[in-house]
Nanobody, 121 residues
Framework: QVQLVESGGGLVQAGGSLRLSCAASRTFSRINVMGWYRQAPGKQRELVAHITNGGSTNYADSVKGRFTISRDNAKNTVALQMNSLKPEDTAVYYC???????????????WGQGTQVTVSS
C-alpha cells in the first residue's frame, strides 16, 4: 500500500501565507492527477486545485490568483502555495493522487490523512 504524508498546515493570520506539501511513501507506476481538496466543518469536501501529469492545472474559483499548485513527477510530490489567505480558507486540507501502483493495478484515488489550516481574522 501507499501513504500520502502531508505537511505545512497551521495557524496564520488573514493575508498570510502557508505552503502545503504532500509526499508518497512509495513510487507509483503512473500518476494521472495530483491535487488538494479541503473540507470545512459542516461542509462537503471540495476540490481546491489539481495538476495533471502534463502540468495542466485547475483551481476552484475561490482560490484563483491566490493559490498555486505544483508537482515534482520524479519525486511523486505535490505542493500547494497559499497566499493572501482568508478566514473562509479555514479547513482540513487533503492531498489526493489518482494513480496506480503497478502496471497491473487499476487506477485508484489515494488520500492523505489531512492537515488543518486555520486562518484567523
Amino acid at each position: 500500500q501507499v501513504q500520502l504524508v502531508e505537511s505545512g498546515g497551521g495557524l496564520v493570520q488573514a493575508g498570510g501565507s502557508l505552503r502545503l506539501s504532500c509526499a508518497a511513501s512509495r513510487t507509483f507506476s503512473r500518476i494521472n492527477v495530483m491535487g488538494w481538496y479541503r473540507q470545512a466543518p459542516g461542509k462537503q469536501r471540495e476540490l481546491v486545485a489539481h495538476i495533471t501529469n502534463g502540468g495542466s492545472t485547475n483551481y476552484a474559483d475561490s482560490v484563483k490568483g491566490r493559490f498555486t499548485i505544483s508537482r515534482d513527477n520524479a519525486k511523486n510530490t505535490v505542493a500547494l502555495q497559499m497566499n493572501s489567505l482568508k478566514p473562509e480558507d479555514t479547513a482540513v486540507y487533503y492531498c489526493n493522487v489518482k494513480g496506480r501502483l503497478s502496471a497491473w493495478d487499476s487506477f485508484y484515488d489515494y488520500w492523505g490523512q489531512g492537515t488543518q489550516v486555520t486562518v484567523s481574522s
